[in-house]
């Protein structure tokens, strides 16, 4: 039955061109971080005081052309986004995780225990984020750890929504009553029945967590409290770019559309991926 | 309809209480803090901080004159700017940001509800899809990539409107950082609109509008409007939220000298004081918006003025 | 005489899937003024289709053929001209009470706003006028409903706000579809009580839609038999319940169980299924389960036949 579940959606997302479309995209963002430095030698550290803020050019050696200090931007940018999307796979990971577990046992146990841990839920997802993270950041001063502590919180809210609605449906299940009055201890009946029985919003969730993540990560690095120098991100690009932006527009507009397209696609397969599987929140 | 009104606001209450302690304490706790004994202060702020904490009291005595200048609208004195206190920096910097928040959240509300309901009455036409198109563009696009766009569209080549900078009383340096600022909220109420529009359109009691000859103009109007605007509702405390954030950086890059750059400052700066009333004041937003939302649930369905 | 409804082979169609579902298929029929016209089948039969289709309100289906009232063409015709005509003289009572109100109106905003969009007059007219009409339909306390929501309102009183909200222009034709399914026994027969009421009084015309014959019966002059989405037998309701012409009817009325006479071993029931919307049918759609079926009945769809006042569509029907 399962294996006609998969099937049947995979059937809904291609029938829908746009979702398609943006799977391809992303497919080739990723490739392009990956095989770039190969196509262009050019490094991400060389300055090149030869061609200071050089418009970008197929002709010339920086195919996207250089910002303030020379520094190749095709390059550059390549790497920011490479460093954007590993900081929003591993912390996805790491929400997910935290989110799917929570979510769980709060929608198992039931109960008080789940009323609380609801209520908890509440509390933080009326809280904005980044004012918490600013408080953080006056207190322990910029920190790459307190980075990704902090852009680990921004998903698993969510996640933990979803997978606690789907377990409580899926405890009020007949079965489960009988597997558990067959002498099944939790952790077995956890693994068996409803892990494969969230895994569908999951997935769909984990790809919307991904966007959320790498926009807030570049939020942070926008605002000069992410990574930080020599490290690059997308977000330090852009920022970088928004100053140059009357003389350098190229300086701008290049992490700029990769950040934009990124985003874009990511959100498009994800509500996608959402209407495929028919999948709504807790 | 009062007794409703005074029960939201009983519950409102101890919740910014507990907000304002809880940072309170922090701060105090917090290693690296600016009350931590072992900071090397510069001796004007250690002279400020004295006057204003009382630091040699104990931590009650603290708190209490704490709670008591807050009562005064005293947030204490500035680290940074050490001529100001912070409620002089805020004095300064919220109407502009409150009148660009205020704009944004107009902007969200007066085109979003609209175009969501156009696209419910057009559902699966050609405008449709290409509203929603547009939605999702607007959620997932950040403003701090949408806002300099615009700028280098409309400022640097069309040289239509300011880049950044602004005048007291300028309406044109506001446009580009409300647009930027109103677009994820505006997208999303378009998008939620628009389902529960749909919904509401199926119900029994629009087809009885209908069946009464009533135009279309009043049936949406009188009988679909308020049910379809619950959910909107719901989504006003996290939009004010996402302008509140979204300030943050539009009011940095289009060089506004509202609150949201204060703040942004504050943390590089390590300005406690500055951060902690900008986070009380935040909350407090935050709260009136959830209880202005809870008033409103009240006026859309009549049926929640009776529940107990 | 002009009838005030007018049907010529009116058909109802929607599109599922790749192909085409006909829920009423080919239906003809008058309403006389003044007249009660009772509209009897199982869900499926196309009964509430067809009105939802003369009042405009049939959504995405695709409907063809002709349907006048009082003389004039209502199908193609703009939106504000249809508008003109529903709510005022042709108006429609829905069969659940309890959701056909908008919660967020008051009662007499409900009401008043009929007047104030056909009759042109003020607010203040208008609620005086739909007081009055609460208290015809006996609603107790009527100028505190006005100001009250639907859900203060029990289910009984909001369907009889429904009629009054149907009779505030003095309509020609009330179509009420399934009045009282979703109501007590008790208030049942208050609502019918009503409606023979208000007949009475206005010479209004009243198409009653019910699967319940029972309901039908103390009201409707005639009766209009309906099988998946046609009309197979139009009788004096007197002459229905005596002397049933189509096998149809005659097995309906053998399911009717009866408080005289005595108990019968088991409750009589029709074998089979009525056909879904969507089989397509070139033949008569009842010989499956007629129990005088031929061949005949298998190939060739039978025509609705007879004098005005007693139809049947049959090949062989009862004498």
Redesign the interface.
């Known amino acids: 039955m399962r294996g006609g579940f998969a099937g049947d959606a995979v059937r809904r997302l291609r029938a829908n061109p746009?979702a398609v479309l943006a799977l391809g995209a992303i497919c080739a963002v990723v490739v392009a971080t990956l095989l770039g430095p190969w196509l262009n030698p050019n490094n991400t550290e060389t300055l090149d005081w030869l061609h200071v803020a050089a418009r970008p050019g197929l002709q010339s050696a920086h195919w996207f052309g250089t910002d303030r200090l020379g520094r190749d931007l095709y390059a550059r940018t390549l790497a920011g986004t490479r460093v954007s999307i590993a900081i929003g796979v591993v912390a996805s990971i790491l929400s997910i995780l935290v989110g799917v577990s929570y979510g769980a046992v709060a929608g198992y146990v039931g109960g008080r225990t789940d009323h609380a841990m609801m209520r908890i839920i509440e509390i933080l997802s009326?809280?904005?984020l980044?004012?918490f993270v600013?408080?953080l950041?006056?207190?322990?001063?910029?920190s790459e750890s307190l980075l990704f502590i902090s852009i680990g919180a921004v998903g698993w809210l969510t996640m933990a929504r979803v997978v606690r609605g789907q377990t409580l449906s899926i405890r009020q299940q007949d079965y489960i009553a009988a597997a558990i009055a067959s002498g099944a201890s939790s952790g077995r009946i956890i693994a068996k029945h409803v892990v494969p029985n969230v895994i569908g919003p999951v997935v769909v969730y984990a790809t919307l967590t991904v966007?959320q993540i790498i926009?807030f990560e570049?939020?942070l690095s926008?605002?000069?409290?992410g990574i930080q120098e020599p490290g690059a991100s997308l977000?330090t690009l852009?920022?970088e770019?928004?100053g140059e932006?009357?003389a350098a527009?190229w300086m701008?507009?290049v992490p700029?559309s990769f950040?934009?397209v990124l985003?874009?696609c990511?959100?498009?397969f994800g509500?996608g991926l959402r209407d495929a599987l028919d999948v709504r929140e807790g | 309809m009062t007794r409703y009104f005074f029960t939201r606001l009983a519950g409102a209450v101890p919740t910014l209480f507990i907000i304002i302690t809880l940072?309170f304490f922090?701060?105090r706790a917090?290693p690296?803090?600016p009350f931590d004994q072992e900071q090397a202060l510069p001796p004007e702020i250690a002279a400020n901080l004295e006057s204003a904490y009382g630091l040699d009291q104990p931590v009650w005595v603290q708190y209490g004159r704490y709670l008591k200048s807050l009562l005064h609208g005293e947030f204490g004195p500035s680290f940074k700017y050490k001529d100001f206190t912070v409620t002089e920096l805020i004095g300064q910097g919220f109407p502009i940001t409150l009148q660009l928040g205020l704009m944004a959240m107009a902007l969200a509300l007066f085109v979003g509800v609209p175009l969501g309901t156009f696209a419910a009455l057009h559902h699966n036409s050609a405008a449709d899809y290409a509203t929603m198109?547009l939605a999702?563009?607007g959620?997932?696009?950040?403003s701090?990539?949408v806002l300099?766009?615009l700028?280098?569209l409309f400022g640097?080549y069309l040289l239509w409107l300011p880049?950044a900078g602004w005048e007291p009383g300028s309406i044109r340096h506001l446009v580009l950082p409300v647009l930027a600022l109103a677009l994820p909220p505006l997208a999303y109420v378009a998008r939620i609109t628009r389902g529960s529009m749909l919904e509401v359109l199926r119900?029994?009691?629009i087809?009885?509008?209908?069946?009464?000859?009533?135009?279309?103009r009043?049936v949406i109007v009188?009988?679909a409007l308020?049910?379809a605007l619950t959910p909107v509702a719901s989504y006003l405390?996290p939009a004010v939220?996402?302008i509140?954030?979204g300030s943050?950086?539009v009011e940095?890059?289009a060089g506004l000298p509202g609150i949201g750059r204060y703040?942004?400052q504050?943390?590089?700066n390590?300005?406690?004081t500055l951060?902690?009333g900008?986070?009380i004041i935040?909350?407090t937003l935050?709260i009136g918006m959830?209880l202005i939302v809870d008033l409103l649930y009240a006026w859309?369905?009549?049926?929640v003025r009776?529940a107990k | 005489m002009v009838p005030t409804l007018s049907i010529d082979e009116l058909s109802v169609s929607f599109a599922h899937r790749s192909s085409t579902v006909e829920a009423v298929d080919r239906v003809s029929l008058r309403i006389a003024p003044a007249e009660c016209v009772g509209v009897v089948g199982e869900s499926g039969s196309g009964k509430t289709q067809l009105f939802l289709a003369v009042?405009?309100?049939a959504g995405n289906a695709e409907v063809s053929g002709s349907i006048r009232f009082e003389g004039r063409e209502l199908l193609g015709e703009t939106?504000?001209a249809?508008?003109?005509?529903?709510?005022?003289k042709l108006?429609?009572i829905?069969q659940?009470p309890m959701?056909?109100?908008?919660?967020?109106?008051s009662i007499g905003t409900q009401l008043a706003?009929?007047l104030v969009?056909?009759s042109g007059r003020s607010w203040a007219e208008a609620r005086a006028i739909a007081g009055q009409m609460l208290e015809r339909v006996r609603i107790p306390d009527p100028r505190r409903r006005l100001s009250q929501?639907p859900?203060e309102l029990s289910g009984g009183m909001r369907q009889r706000v429904?009629l009054a909200?149907s009779l505030l222009c003095e309509p020609a034709l009330v179509i009420a579809d399934e009045p009282t399914t979703a109501l007590d026994v008790t208030i049942q027969a208050q609502i019918i009580e009503l409606l023979r009421t208000m007949r009475g009084e206005a010479g209004t015309s009243l198409a009653l839609i019910s699967h319940d014959l029972a309901v039908v019966a103390g009201l409707a002059d005639r009766i209009l038999v309906m099988y998946a989405g046609r009309i197979v037998e139009n009788a004096v309701a007197g002459e229905l319940f005596r002397r049933p012409r189509h096998p149809y009817t005659a097995e309906l009325l053998k399911c009717v169980p009866s408080l005289s006479g005595p108990r019968p071993a088991r409750l009589p029931t029709l074998a089979g299924q009525p056909p879904q919307p969507g089989d397509a049918l070139q033949a008569c759609p009842f010989a499956p389960r007629c129990p005088r079926a031929a061949d005949r009945c298998r190939i060739e769809r039978p025509p609705l036949m007879g004098a005005s006042t007693s139809q049947v569509a049959c090949h062989f029907p009862l004498s």
Not at chain 1, 137 to 142: A, D, E, L, M, Q
């Open positions: 746009a009326g809280l904005p980044i004012f600013i408080f950041t006056v207190i322990f001063g910029r966007p926009l570049s939020f926008f605002l000069g409290l977000g852009i920022s770019g928004v932006m009357e527009p701008l507009l700029g950040l934009a985003l874009l990511l959100n498009i509500d | 940072t922090l701060m917090a690296g803090g198109s999702v563009v959620i997932a696009i950040p701090f990539v300099p766009f700028g280098l640097v880049v119900s029994h009691y087809r009885t509008a209908f069946a009464k000859g009533l135009p279309l009043t009188r009988h308020r049910p405390v939220a996402s509140l954030t943050l950086v940095t890059i703040l942004v504050g943390a590089i390590r300005d406690y951060v902690l900008m986070v935040y909350s935050l959830g859309l369905d009549p049926r009776f | 009042m405009g309100l939106a504000a249809i508008n003109r005509v529903r709510g005022s108006t429609m829905f659940d959701t056909s109100l908008t919660p967020h109106l706003e009929v969009c056909h929501y859900h429904m909200m």
